[in-house]
């Protein structure tokens, strides 16, 4: 059980919540002198820096963009009076990948994990209405300890550079807001929300965690405001008949508003969306709410100009815009949890999350995606000395993840790892340990799933038994017989996928990653890689087995746009595989692939179809 709560911070009448987002004062440390000299208690200079943000683009000189080791961030706050008799603490959505927080020169929190949120608690004698100092050590260096996986290197003039085993750009810092928030003394500290859905009616499973004592009653409410249940105690069901379903790209939202009490007197009360609808994988078919539904969108990043992966709203809003022009109903949160503002939006947009815990990079090699099409071999990663310290900070990660995303309807899986190894028996009990916990942690049990590389292949793959449901990457067509060869990719390609048939799996597929780098200036007749008209070609091509194969559920083109990657043979500033540029503008393969989804019914390709 996590140590505090993960609910997302809202103001009512019980708690406060306020960001403290905005220019925050700002040290590299190059020379490792920080704690030595106190950095802790305050910061020297005056450089200032945007929060949330990554720090990299910010500046021109590459030691700073390529810096690996601690950076630090200052910023000051009053605790207002509204806070005052209340716990008080610092919420940060975000520092990757280690952070140290100390107020008013003391310790306060610290955190290890790049994605996901933790909070500070502000010491009482904090809370008087004086200034106070939070300083903030983020270090970003990549290990084969926490997730996602890498390592520091030092180049001969000293200076250290990080080697990500995975394929994005080692953004970092302060990514997402952070905020100053109050919890009563007694306060609601989780709640678990299960449906079961059948027809019209539905059942509302509810469990509400709280500290300190108090009686818990509840309401829901409908979107028009009106009352629709109410209930009490800890833990229930609500019956709710003709009850308003969450369904795929058609979202309903109900408020349930939670309240601790102690006779007459409110001791908290605590607001949440909540989408009624019912997962369950029946077969081949991933079923929301009875019904078949076929997945179409993207593996996605959190990228962009300037900001790198820090959280931007206005690139989110745009991001769901296009989703929703090219008919998709649904992404992968690749490769790694997303700020919240993401799945809040989700949750009303009606888009189906498979949420990705940050577990890349698993696997021997220094660029694991390089190997991605390939089906190079690769010694194992789970059965090095490192590795127990590895699954605590993975099964950790998965911890806080499902604490932070399971009342998201959007939610619909979770992704455990992506692209790990797993030709090598030694990789079984890592992953089953894993999936265990997923199952173990979620109230909604919902199904689990990780995204598979090449030689993840029908012979080889020690887990296939794990998954609820299979997740390929597959690079036919690109790493994999790329060019004039792509004949002979169609033909690999319908050969692995007749191997998978006749293992009888009666499990569903979706394909997580598919795709060719393009760039989006080039345009060549007859095609060559690189060209528009060649991320065409690959694409007509995957479709048509996708096409060929009933089992196959779903397709999630990778990527949404284009994104930035370490600098290297390999790519042209940044992974060009994007349907969409950087800047959000649609490549020639977005309108064949509009025309695609637009035209597949939501129920493509089900047994049960009407
Ligand atoms: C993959 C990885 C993804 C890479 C992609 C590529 O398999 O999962 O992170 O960006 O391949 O483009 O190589």
């Keep these: 059980m996590l140590e505090y709560s993960l609910l997302y911070p809202i103001s009512t009448s019980t708690r406060c919540a306020m960001k403290l ?10 020379d490792g002198i920080g704690e030595k000299e106190g950095w802790f208690a305050g910061l020297p200079g005056n450089e200032m820096i945007p929060v949330p943000a ?91 300890t926490n997730i996602p996986c890498g390592c ?20 970092s810092g302060l990514n997402r807001s952070v905020w100053l928030m109050s919890l009563p003394k007694a306060s609601i500290f989780d709640i678990d929300l299960t449906y079961s859905v059948s027809g019209c009616d539905a059942e509302i499973g509810y469990s509400v965690r709280t500290t300190g004592d108090g009686d818990v009653s509840l309401s829901l409410f409908d979107e028009d405001g009106k009352k ?32 601790l009490s102690s006779g ?76 919240e503002e993401v799945y809040r939006l989700a949750d009303r947009e009606g888009f189906l999350i498979i949420d990705e815990v940050p577990a890349v990079g698993l696997f021997e090699s220094l660029a694991n995606f390089l190997d991605a099409g390939t089906g190079k071999g690769a010694r194992s990663f789970f059965s090095k000395p490192t590795t127990p310290v590895l699954l605590k900070a993975h099964l950790r990660a998965v911890e806080e993840m499902i604490a932070r995303d399971k009342n998201h309807p959007s939610v619909i899986a979770w992704s455990l790892m992506n692209e790990p190894e797993t030709s090598e028996e030694n990789c079984v009990p890592y992953f089953t340990e894993v999936f265990n916990t997923a199952r173990e942690l979620d109230p909604q049990k919902r199904p689990r ?29 690109w790493y994999i017989k790329g060019g004039y060869e792509i004949s002979d990719a169609e033909i690999m390609f319908r050969e692995e996928m007749d191997k998978w048939k ?48 009933d089992f196959v559920k779903g397709e999630q083109a990778w990527a949404f746009a284009d994104f930035q990657t370490t600098e290297g043979l390999m790519r042209v500033n940044g992974n060009r595989k994007g349907i969409f540029t950087r800047e959000r503008q649609p490549k020639e393969v977005a309108f064949l692939i509009k025309k695609r989804w637009d035209s597949l019914p939501l129920d493509y390709k089900s047994e049960k179809r009407v």
């Design 228 to 259: 629709v249940a109410e209930a009490s105690g800890s833990s229930g069901i609500i019956k709710l008949s003709d009850a308003h379903l969450w369904q795929v790209r058609d979202a309903y939202l109900y408020r349930f508003s939670v309240r």
């Design 54 to 144: 990554s720090f990299q683009d910010f500046y021109t000189d590459k030691d700073i963009r390529e810096f690996t080791g601690d950076v630090w961030y200052e910023t000051d706050f009053v605790v207002p009076a509204a806070m005052k008799g209340s716990c008080v603490f610092l919420r940060f959505g975000a520092a990757a990948h280690r952070a140290a927080v100390y107020i008013n020169g003391k310790k306060a929190g610290e955190h290890e994990g790049g994605f996901l949120p933790f909070l500070a608690a502000v010491p009482e004698e904090a809370v008087s209405g004086s200034l106070c100092k939070v300083v903030v050590k983020v270090n970003n260096e990549l290990t084969e």
């Design 21 to 30: 987002d905005g220019m925050w004062k700002f040290r590299i440390d190059f």
């Design 502 to 549: 006749a293992l009888n799996l009666n499990k569903p597929f979706i394909f997580s990653e598919y795709g060719a780098d393009t760039y989006p200036a080039e345009h060549k007749l007859p095609s060559v890689m690189w060209s528009q008209e060649y991320q065409n070609e690959v694409f007509e091509m995957l479709h048509r087995v996708f096409d060929s194969y």
């Design 264 to 339: 007459d007197v409110l001791l908290d009360t605590y607001d949440l969306p909540v989408g009624i609808r019912e997962v369950r994988i029946e077969g081949t078919e991933i079923l929301i709410n009875g019904r078949p539904v076929y997945f179409k969108g993207f593996g996605k990043h959190e990228d962009s100009d300037i900001v790198g992966r820090g959280f931007n709203i206005g690139v989110m809003k745009r991001d769901f815009e296009l989703m929703k022009w090219i008919g998709a109903n649904s992404f992968r949160t690749s490769h790694y949890p997303y700020d």
């Design 449 to 477: 799933t990780f995204a598979m590389e090449v030689s993840s292949s029908p012979e080889k793959c020690q887990c296939i038994h794990l998954p609820d449901f299979l997740a390929l990457n597959r690079y036919y067509g």
């Design 152 to 171: 520091t290197k030092v180049l001969k003039n000293g200076k250290k550079i990080s080697k990500p085993y995975f394929d994005f750009y080692n953004y």
